[in-house]
């Protein structure tokens, strides 16, 4: 308790002296003669001080779980192990793990490579395999959330494990975790991913101990505990209720969707129309339209008004078709041709009037002539026949699959758990060009929920829990303010421009409390942990950031491909990695170069001491967190004992 | 509609090409009226282009009979698709307008 009780008193004071520096710098200290960077310069700031404070939030509840009871025994359990490329003998050693795993269960393999040397394999091993079912033929495929769902309606366990290819998982995963179940409402317990091939100096700071403890902690403590793809065990009743919840909002939405376009291509129909029939039958479905929608609108259920759109249209159809008989019967009679039969036994004729009303059939009636109408009908149902699977339980909203999932089960109320205890050792990329794209991937995927369903105001959410996925979202803005802070040095040095109205006892008596506070609150919050190899990367892929959320953005908004790519498992070789990271190895370039120029143009007496000097400790500490590029660059993968091959 | 004519010393020949429904219904009538208000009073609907049939479209061929027959003439169907054959069957029709397999057996049959 005295613990968290210093860590709220860090984080009180953070907050009070970051917002005391931050309005201080807005009103009292932004250089408007020089705006354009000035402003940049205090926005970026601005930046911070709110990523900072919601760090301080999250750490506000941090707690660390005591460890469950022992499961109660029968409860059944489905693990599964998703894969797409990865080699035959990586999946095959996590998917005899997790079959030696203590607690009963069903091992299965989620390949969606559909390989069959590898369904051998898995035979030979004694689990299961299962592939793409054929509904998914010429379908959207929803990469590793599709495989899950799939595998979902394959599979009946109460409780189900996600694990990535390479997760090897401890015998004991069921055991000490199971138990967190026993509250009827927790619907996910994540366990940390820690890597094996990962030396301690972590080049490419693949642990994510701030997060995989301190953080996940704390987002636990408000109830907000994310999800991360791997190494969790999920509730089944949760997600089906997700992916019927999903089902029914997507396909409303769909209906609604339908009704309302629908309004502009009847009135093209309408202007169409010669035919006073063809105009009336447009009227007739116009209005049905307009009703289903004010129904709606009303709150009725959607199946109810799908049906009752249905049979209108249906009554149309019949009112034309009505029409037509009874002109074909009236043709008839003036010509005396009825078709007739002669029944055998009577030898009288029979008039064949029945059979003329066959033409009642829905494809002969006259509405089929008309497309758009068509489509309309179509549209208006409720079996979502656009997808391979009606209901989606494992969100498909993201390329991540993850965060999404998490966000909406805690959206119907759901628990989330983060259970703090390695319970499965995985594989980390081994170079930079993997680990970039993996990096890019999350982030991509973090920005497409924050643009599509923004935590702040999806409904459902408890206030905290939005701050907790706002948060992270948040924090993946940083490569812009990046930018600001790597460029605002290079300017002063380089050409005198100042941002701030003066470095002068009223800036460093505001500016040093809130940095040393926050750096405190860090340690504090960490525990002894190192985080500095995170904090280094969080600058440091300020490209990544960027293009991360510039694709994302362009994805939502018009629906560009986002350029995706499945993170590789083993280690992508070949020299010329630098071009990935030129603009970090400009950028260092940049800065030494404004570093001489800047202790020129002291020498000369161009620049005054107190700026150079700020200056020159700033442009030292953007080079020291940038050199963990060069070390990426100069990391030729693990050399451990823990080596795969 | 697209509907090629071809007059023959004994009766006219009309080609509708494409969906026979309710939006081109009228048109065929349309255009059997004028034929055999210009004295032709044979029509044959070559249907080897027709591609569907609705009720409307149905309603069609025999306001065409009607008409035809009303002036002591004669209106006959000649290669309908499996589409057409299949309503005609359906409705009995076919006992009123006998489909015939060529333009050919249409004009001779009486």
């Known amino acids: ?45 601005t930046y911070s001080f709110v990523d900072v404070a919601l760090f301080g939030v999250t750490m506000w509840r941090a707690r660390a779980r005591p460890q469950p009871d022992a499961p109660a025994p029968g409860l059944t359990v489905d693990v599964f192990i998703t894969t797409y ?61 599709g495989n899950l769902n799939n595998a979902l309606f394959q599979t009946d366990g109460e409780f189900l494990v996600v694990l990535d290819a390479d997760q090897i998982p401890d015998p004991a995963l069921l055991d000490r975790t199971l138990g967190h179940f026993d509250d009827p409402q927790v619907a996910l317990v994540q366990t940390p991913q820690w890597f094996t091939n990962v030396p301690d100096a972590d080049p490419l700071g693949s642990q994510a101990p701030l997060f995989y403890g301190p953080i996940q902690q704390g987002k636990d403590g408000w109830n907000a505990a994310f999800f991360c793809g791997s190494n ?19 396909t409303e939405a769909a209906v609604r969707d339908a009704l309302r376009t629908s ?16 105009a009336a039958a447009v009227d007739q479905v116009s209005v049905a339209a307009r ?71 829905r494809e002969l009636s006259p509405l089929g002539a008309l497309a758009s109408v068509q489509a309309l009908v179509k549209a208006v149902d409720v079996d979502r026949g656009d997808e391979a699977q009606p209901v989606m339980p494992v969100a498909t909203l993201s390329v991540t699959e993850d965060m ?116 405190v609150l860090f340690l504090v919050a960490a525990r002894g942990i190192r985080t500095w190899r995170g904090q280094q990367y969080s600058l440091a892929l300020f490209p990544v950031w960027i293009k991360a959320t510039w694709t994302a953005a362009a994805n939502v908004w018009f629906g560009r491909p986002l350029g995706f790519a499945v993170t590789p498992k083993v280690r992508q070789d070949g020299g010329g990695s630098w071009r990935l990271v030129v603009p970090q190895l400009t950028a260092m370039a940049v800065l030494v170069v404004a570093a001489v120029v800047g202790i ?21 500490y953007d080079l020291v967190v940038l050199s963990v590029i060069v070390q990426a660059l100069r990391y030729r993968g693990y050399q451990g004992a823990e080596r795969m091959d | 509609m697209e509907i090629e004519t071809d007059l023959r010393p004994d009766a006219a020949v009309l080609r509708p090409a494409g969906r026979l429904t309710m939006v081109t219904a009228s048109e065929l009538r349309a255009r059997v009226d004028e034929t055999v208000a210009a004295g032709h009073r044979v029509v044959v609907l070559d249907l080897a ?16 009979l009607r008409a035809t027959r009303e002036v002591g003439g004669d209106l006959r169907i000649a290669r309908p698709g499996a589409q057409i054959r299949t309503v005609l069957q359906l409705t009995t029709m076919d006992r009123v307008l006998k489909p015939y397999d060529t333009v050919e057996d249409a004009l001779r049959a009486s």
């Open chain 1, 291 to 361: 009703t289903s929608l004010a129904e709606l609108d009303a709150g009725r259920p959607l199946g109810e008004v799908t049906y009752a759109f249905q049979r209108r249209v249906d009554e149309v159809s019949g009112g034309l078709v009505d029409t037509d008989l009874a002109a074909i019967r009236a043709d008839l009679d003036a010509i005396g041709a009825w078709p007739v039969d002669t029944d055998t036994e009577l030898g009288a004729t029979v008039v064949d009037d029945a059979a003329l009303a066959r033409l009642a059939d």
């Open chain 1, 263 to 278: 309004r502009a291509v009847l009135a093209r129909a309408r202007r169409r129309a010669d035919d006073p029939r063809v």
């Open chain 1, 404 to 519: 999404a999932t998490a966000m909406r089960l805690h959206a119907l109320g759901w628990r989330t758990v983060y259970h703090h205890e390695v319970l499965a050792h995985g594989l980390a990329p081994e170079d930079l060009g993997t680990m970039i794209t993996q990096r890019l991937r999350w982030a991509q995927g973090t920005m497409q929920v924050f643009l599509q369903e923004n935590p702040l105001t999806v409904r459902g959410l408890r206030l905290w829990q939005r701050l907790m996925y706002f948060a992270t979202m948040w924090s993946y803005l940083s490569g812009f303010a990046a930018i600001v802070y790597l460029a605002a040095p290079v300017i002063f040095l380089c050409f005198g421009v100042l941002p701030v109205t003066a470095w002068t006892w009223d800036f460093f008596a505001r500016f040093l409390p809130f940095q040393i506070a926050s750096q």
């Open chain 1, 232 to 250: 969790a065990i999920l509730r089944r009743d949760a997600l089906m209720q997700l992916g019927l919840v999903g089902y029914v909002r997507a």
């Open chain 1, 85 to 145: 490329n990865e080699p035959l003998d990586l999946v095959m050693r996590t998917a005899v793990a997790a079959r030696d795993i203590r607690y009963p269960h069903r091992t299965w393999i989620l390949d969606d490579g559909a390989r069959p040397a590898l369904a051998a394999a898995a035979q030979d091993a004694g689990v299961g395999y299962l592939v793409r079912s054929d509904d998914w033929q010429d379908r959207p495929r929803h990469a590793k959330a």
């Open chain 1, 600 to 620: 020129v143009r002291w020498g000369l007496g161009y620049a005054p001491w107190v700026g150079t000097s700020v200056n020159l400790v700033w442009v030292v």
């Open chain 2, 49 to 64: 282009d027709t591609t569907f049939m609705d009720s409307s479209g149905l309603g069609a061929l025999v306001g065409g």
């Open chain 1, 1 to 45: 308790m005295g613990r968290l009780l210093l860590l709220r008193v860090v984080v009180a004071l953070t907050i009070l002296l970051g917002a005391n520096y931050v309005v201080w710098r807005w009103l009292e200290s932004v250089n408007w003669s020089a705006w354009w960077i000035a402003v940049p310069l205090v926005i970026a700031e």
